[in-house]
């Protein structure tokens, strides 16, 4: 079992900077494979970025490329999503995740993963 729970959420202005954080407890996290989804009101929960538990693979959604980074820290337990040049449209709650582990692919599908935090809010607006 793991558990996840996300923080660094808020409200920012376009164009601003956010760092959120996902803080791990429980087994073998540095064996799985972690993504950021996202998920507005009304809407399906959407692929943001995922890291492979090397920290050497990753994938962005085209909404993501470009501007926002995923990263993790095996040693703290931590993935961190940077996102840079934030948009109204980046407005969500976001949601950290990770797989069952041990295995290098890195998915985008939110039913490849098997636990998730409560997620964080983040709200870009002028």
């Known amino acids: 079992q793991v558990q996840l729970v996300e923080s660094g959420g808020g409200l920012v202005q376009p164009g601003a900077s956010l760092r959120l954080s996902c803080a791990a407890s429980?087994?073998?996290?540095?064996?799985?494979?972690m993504g950021w989804f996202r998920q507005a009101p009304g809407k399906e929960r959407e692929f943001v970025a995922a890291?492979?538990?090397?920290?050497?693979?990753?994938a962005y959604a085209d909404s993501a490329k470009g501007r926002f980074t995923i990263s993790r820290d095996n040693t703290k337990n931590t993935v961190y999503l940077q996102m840079n040049s934030l948009k109204p449209e980046d407005t969500a709650a976001y949601y950290c995740?990770?797989?069952?582990?041990?295995?290098?692919?890195?998915?985008?599908?939110?039913?490849?993963?098997?636990?998730w935090g409560q997620g964080t809010q983040v709200t870009v607006s002028s």
């Open positions: 890291i492979d538990w090397t920290g050497g693979n990753t």
């Open positions: 995740a990770a797989d069952r582990g041990f295995t290098s692919i890195v998915r985008s599908s939110p039913s490849s993963y098997s636990y």
């Open positions: 429980g087994r073998a996290f540095g064996r799985r494979n």
